[in-house]
């Protein structure tokens, strides 16, 4: 193989051996000429393009449309095997993108290799393909599960942030009203019991907030349903009012609602 590199030349015939080591290769491989001709192709190649590996000797390698990653059809001179020929140095890794005649792309990590002549001339580039559809595949599902994930956790910790704001608004209530009646300051039975609804009340609201923290496991997995029933907004608003009436009093601030 390499003694025929040296002597490129489109209309000379392949040796059979020769060509049967190339086709049984699973990646795609390519030989061109200094002027860019294809010289030799093998089937790996040719099955990706959807063209009998013949077919392809005597073309010019950029009348295929190569693409970049981003997937924008590259011009001859953009070409890694162009590259080669010009600086003369190995270009490694460079991605390239092809449709095949199915409509199917498919993604290839390729290295271009200078081949230089008897004379130190540059006759040509080895082309190797490697096929990494697949991988590619894989690696944007991997970070869109990322982005997903990430996303997940910014709405758990929100969610969790939040949770810990309404979890010390009840409690702050409990205890500010528990205090009030443990010392007896309040003035009247009928104060005492309002201490004690409130009490009651900033519970059943707490209680009403673990509950949501524990469905949050329901919110993962995709099973938490909405409910839509009637309430009566100026009683919830009444309840936030008793509930942080405590703190109100204790910054000495005036807090009291009113309805028309």
């Not at 271009?112 to 002549?117: Q, V």
């Amino acid at each position: 193989l390499k003694r025929m590199l040296r002597h490129l030349d489109p209309s000379r015939t392949i040796p059979s051996r020769v060509r049967h080591a190339l086709d049984t290769l699973t990646e795609g491989l390519l030989v061109v000429d200094s002027r860019g001709v294809i010289v030799l192709a093998n089937q790996s190649l040719a099955e990706v393009l959807g063209l009998p590996a013949d077919a392809l000797i005597g073309r010019k390698a950029s009348a295929i449309e190569w693409a970049g990653p981003d997937g924008l059809t590259l011009a001859a001179d953009q070409l890694p095997w162009q590259q080669a020929l010009i600086e003369g140095q190995v270009q490694r890794n460079v991605p390239l993108g092809v449709t095949g005649a199915n409509g199917e792309r498919t993604s290839f990590r390729s290295n271009c290799s200078p081949i230089l002549g008897p004379d130190g001339g540059q006759h040509g580039v080895l082309v190797s393909l490697q096929d990494v559809t697949e991988l590619e595949r894989k690696g944007v599902a991997l970070q869109a599960a990322k982005e997903e994930a990430d996303s997940a956790n910014r709405a758990k910790s929100h969610f969790l942030a939040n949770m810990s704001h309404e979890i010390r608004t009840p409690m702050n209530a409990i205890l500010g009203f528990t205090e009030v009646l443990r010392r007896g300051t309040a003035r009247s039975s009928e104060e005492r019991a309002k201490h004690l609804e409130i009490i009651h009340s900033s519970g059943r609201h707490l209680l009403n907030v673990i509950n949501d923290i524990l469905d949050l496991s329901k919110v993962e997995s995709g099973r938490l349903e909405a409910e839509c029933i009637p309430f009566e907004p100026h009683r919830v608003a009444d309840e936030v009012v008793r509930t942080l009436a405590v703190r109100a009093e204790e910054k000495s601030l005036p807090l009291s609602i009113e309805f028309a």
